[in-house]
């Protein structure tokens, strides 16, 4: 079981920079890939970004990349999501997920089904 804690979100100006951080219970935590997906009011939840158990292999959503970084500290049981050059149209609820699965191809890897563990989400407003 993992139990994921978001922090990090608030309301910034377009072209600005926040940082996410997810925060992890349990001592498997290097075990779990580990994503950062978003879902905007009326919309579905979509996918940001993925990064495998060490830390190695990343992925993102064509819309972030290049703008978002996500890296892990396993040392630390956190997953973070960097997002700089914030564009309006990133306002959304923002949440960790985690499951204890690694070597995924991407369409896998960007289906909301396929994680087990998700956090509580905290919200980014970018105001134009």
């Known amino acids: 079981q993992v139990q994921l804690v978001e922090s990090g979100g608030g309301l910034v100006q377009a072209g600005g920079s926040l940082r996410l951080s997810c925060a992890a219970s349990?001592?498997?935590?290097?075990?779990?890939?580990m994503a950062w997906f978003r879902q905007a009011p009326g919309k579905e939840r979509e996918f940001v970004a993925a990064?495998?158990?060490?830390?190695?292999?990343?992925e993102y959503a064509d819309y972030v990349k290049g703008r978002f970084i996500i890296s892990r500290d396993n040392t630390k049981n956190t997953v973070y999501l960097q997002m700089n050059s914030l564009k309006p149209e990133d306002t959304a609820a923002y949440y960790c997920?985690?499951?204890?699965?690694?070597?995924?191809?991407?369409?896998?890897?960007?289906?909301?089904?396929?994680?087990?563990?998700w956090g509580q989400g905290t919200q980014v407003t970018v105001s134009s």
């Open positions: 997920a985690a499951a204890a699965r690694d070597g995924w191809g991407r369409s896998a890897l960007i289906r909301v089904h396929n994680w087990n563990y």
């Open positions: 990064i495998s158990s060490s830390g190695v292999a990343t």
């Open positions: 349990g001592r498997t935590f290097s075990r779990y890939s």
